[in-house]
């Protein structure tokens, strides 16, 4: 059992900053930042193993995953927000290499995150 908790989420105008952080219990797993704004499926933002990290295409150059492994914490530096970056943001993770950046894919979730970006 993995537990994951998120913060960082807030308010933004259209254009700013924010960056999520998600602590999780365990290591070694694929981990990852999934969002869903109102009326809309899960989606997959941002994901990351040891070998690979890959991006949703609607958030390529504007956001970036990290970890830190030390502090078994995840990152995700979002820039240039846009309006239909507004959404619940969760961290996911599942043991092994990354699958498909599907919210099915994954085990573990933390409880959300809200980020609203007004234009």
């Known amino acids: 059992q993995v537990q994951l908790v998120e913060s960082g989420g807030g308010s933004v105008q259209a254009g700013g900053s924010l960056r999520l952080s998600c602590v999780a219990s365990?290591?070694?797993?694929?981990m990852g930042w999934l969002r869903q704004a109102p009326g809309k499926e899960r989606e997959g933002v941002a994901v990351k193993d040891y070998w690979d990290t890959r991006y949703a295409d609607s958030v390529k150059g504007r956001f970036t995953i990290s970890q830190d492994t030390a502090k078994n914490t995840l990152y995700l530096q979002m820039n240039s927000l846009k309006p239909e970056d507004t959404a619940m943001y969760y961290c996911?993770?599942?043991?092994?290499?990354?699958?498909?950046?599907?919210?099915?894919?994954?085990?573990?979730w933390g409880q959300g995150t809200q980020v609203a970006v007004s234009s």
């Open positions: 996911a993770a599942v043991p092994g290499r990354c699958p498909a950046m599907k919210a099915g894919s994954y085990h573990y």
């Open positions: 365990h290591s070694k797993y694929c």
